[in-house]
């Protein structure tokens, strides 16, 4: 080989290399010429969807983010898309930094796991299942511990290799009684779930905090602003957990909070402060029978009898296995079937059906009371409010019959082997924790962490041996987030009448350029220079070169939402200027064409900064 050739083969090499890094790290998709309006696939709507309630789920079908298929299952349009990957991205970044690595487990996973856990059982109708054709059954995964404690039983046999968390993101199934929302409660979704293995409880701690963490910088980055609740970790199991909600009118969880923020919960954890005794001001006479024919609910025998829920005390009659538990709560309250899980040790519980209800009351179902019940059922808890009344009307546990005049502690036990008193209805406004009164709000879950403790990792076996030999269970923790509904939250809490206002982070592009006279030459042309100038800076940009109507194409960037905006009309131009403005303000500010790029990489930085942790 001469020396020129070599010269010239080592250039092309090196511009070839230089290309391919170009191309690979960062511009690949932004020269594809697809970001331009005219030709990407944004089928904007007027119309509103007669099933959508929230306005996140509206302006996801409206700018095209993305649309239904059946009940609780979505398509993402390329817009949709390109945030989820965004989101996906910042999720992923967070994860990797706090130790945890990424895996993917199978979304179709044998029942038989969850049988070995129970859960089969407990996820009750949620849990998508299937036969295969040879007559396996299966489970389309809500979740994952067991087949990432299967893995771990496999793995991990010495202490020396924790601890370990693993992650995934992937779809998620779960047959929800009542999708809705949109997104929000869907069907299938994607979630990020991770799975961390700790040697000691003290691992645990710190993995919890790890993940903790990551999840608060997640939010931020996300343009979220979010609260950390105490939640249940209900069918999880396990010891403790934090619920990460974004608090929104159309939330379907409720915060409690108190004023000075030295609680906070969710509705499923809350705890309330037993009420004060309720003070009876004349003598309470003996209980007495009165035919109530057919008036079975609160609200009939409150009508029948002139009275109010408030003083009236409901009997649920509950199945734990095969033993009935009976819940006593005011007739106003409402039982907290997590709490009411705590109080009975643990088991899972269900309402129990008409026979076993019938068996226990001794009564047609509506007419189950407390006087008496303790001796027919396994186990009796009494909510505080009950053993605050001063005197309630009940069930009279024989079909068509209610009793007045009946006194806690005196008609029924308050204590005793099988009676207890706790805390097991939902905090209600009115309530206080602590002494201090009790705030209510509404916000949507994104995300929640838990402390299993060692539930999964007996059942499956993940042991290991520790420093001594000793054969132990590892402690578990788990992580999940739901990407698409940090979608949707955001756009829950950011939008105007127009539409959308994304958070930069998540923004389908950073920034939109306008050609508002697409059909003029110098308009065009001064658009298209912008718009490969800040794709060459590696700006997420869209060109709206269509041949539309200045106001279509301002409707639909108002619609679409992205954050920073480059106008370029005819009048602007012949004055060597063009706009730009934020979609959050109204105001735009005339710039130079020249100046035009990096006026508007500068917002895009300081919008940025604003999300930085
Ligand atoms: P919820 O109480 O809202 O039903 P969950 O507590 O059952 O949710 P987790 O098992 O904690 O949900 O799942 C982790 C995350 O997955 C949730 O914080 C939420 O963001 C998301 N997620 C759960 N269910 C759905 C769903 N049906 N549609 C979309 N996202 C969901
Ligand atoms: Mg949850």
Request: proline share 4%; glycine share 8%.
């Amino acid at each position: 080989m001469n020396n020129e050739i070599g010269n010239m083969l080592a250039t092309l090499c090196f511009l070839g290399y230089k290309r391919a890094t170009k191309y690979d790290i960062r511009n690949t998709r932004h020269e594809a010429r697809n970001m331009r309006y005219s030709r990407m696939f944004i089928p904007t709507v007027k119309e509103v969807p007669a099933d959508a309630e929230t306005t996140s789920h509206k302006l996801m079908i409206r700018a095209a983010l993305c649309r239904k298929v059946a009940s609780g299952t979505y398509t993402y349009l390329p817009l949709g898309w390109r945030s989820l990957l965004k989101i996906i991205a910042i999720v992923r970044e967070e994860m990797d930094k706090a130790g945890a690595q990424e895996i993917l487990v199978p979304c179709m996973q044998p029942a038989e796991l969850w049988d070995k856990t129970g859960r089969s059982i407990d996820y009750g109708p949620t849990l998508f299942r299937f036969t295969d054709r040879h007559g396996r059954e299966n489970v389309l995964e809500p979740t994952a511990e067991e087949v990432v404690t299967y893995l771990a039983a496999g793995e991990i046999n010495s202490y020396k290799q924790l601890p370990i968390n693993l992650y995934q993101i992937s779809p998620k199934f779960r047959d929800e009684f009542r999708p809705r929302f949109g997104v929000i409660r869907s069907r299938e979704f994607i979630m990020k779930d991770a799975y961390s293995f700790d040697a000691d409880p003290k691992g645990l701690d710190e993995s919890y905090k790890l993940m903790y963490d990551a999840y608060c910088r997640i939010f931020k980055r996300c343009g979220l602003e979010y609260v950390i609740v105490e939640a249940e970790s209900g069918e999880m199991g396990g010891s403790g957990s934090h619920q990460f909600t974004i608090p929104c009118e159309s939330g379907e969880d409720t915060i409690i909070y108190t004023k000075d923020g030295s609680y906070a919960a969710n509705l499923e954890r809350a705890a309330v402060d037993p009420l004060p005794k309720e003070k009876s001001s004349a003598e309470i006479p003996p209980m007495q029978e009165v035919h109530t024919p057919n008036i079975g609910s609160i609200e009939a025998v409150c009508a029948f009898l002139k009275t109010q829920p408030k003083d009236m005390v409901k009997t649920l009659i509950y199945a734990a296995g095969d033993d009935a538990v009976a819940a006593i709560v005011r007739g106003d309250h409402d039982l907290n079937p997590e709490k009411f899980t705590q109080a009975v040790g643990g088991k899972h519980v269900e309402l129990a059906d008409e026979a076993t209800i019938e068996k226990a009351s001794g009564a047609k179902v509506g007419f189950a009371g407390p006087v008496g019940i303790a001796e027919r059922v396994s186990k009796m808890i009494i909510d505080h409010a009950v053993a605050a009344m001063a005197v309630g009307v009940t069930g009279a546990n024989k079909t068509d019959y209610h009793v007045k005049n009946v006194m806690p502690g005196r008609d029924f036990p308050l204590e005793g082997e099988n009676v207890t008193v706790a805390d097991i209805r939902y905090a209600v406004e009115g309530d206080t924790y602590n002494g201090k009164k009790l705030l209510f709000r509404k916000g949507i879950e994104v995300g929640q962490v838990f402390k299993l403790g060692t539930k999964y990792s007996e059942k499956l076996g993940a042991k290991f041996l520790d420093e001594n030999g000793d054969e132990k269970p590892c402690i578990m923790g788990c992580y999940g987030i739901g990407i698409n509904r940090i979608l949707a939250s955001a756009i829950e809490i950011s939008n105007d009448n127009n539409g959308i206002i994304w958070p930069i982070s998540i923004a389908p592009f950073e920034v939109l350029v306008t050609s508002v006279n697409q059909d003029d030459e110098k308009v065009a042309q001064v658009a298209e220079d912008i718009y490969q100038d800040l794709m060459g800076k590696g700006i997420d940009v869209l060109l709206d070169d269509r041949a539309l109507r200045g106001g279509v194409k301002f409707k639909d960037a108002d619609l679409i939402g992205i954050p920073v905006r480059v106008t370029v009309g005819r009048k602007s131009v012949a004055d060597g200027n063009v706009e730009i403005k934020l979609r959050s303000e109204t105001k735009s500010t005339k710039v130079s064409i020249e100046k035009a790029p990096d006026k508007a990489i500068e917002l895009v930085n300081s919008l940025k900064e604003e999300l930085k942790t």
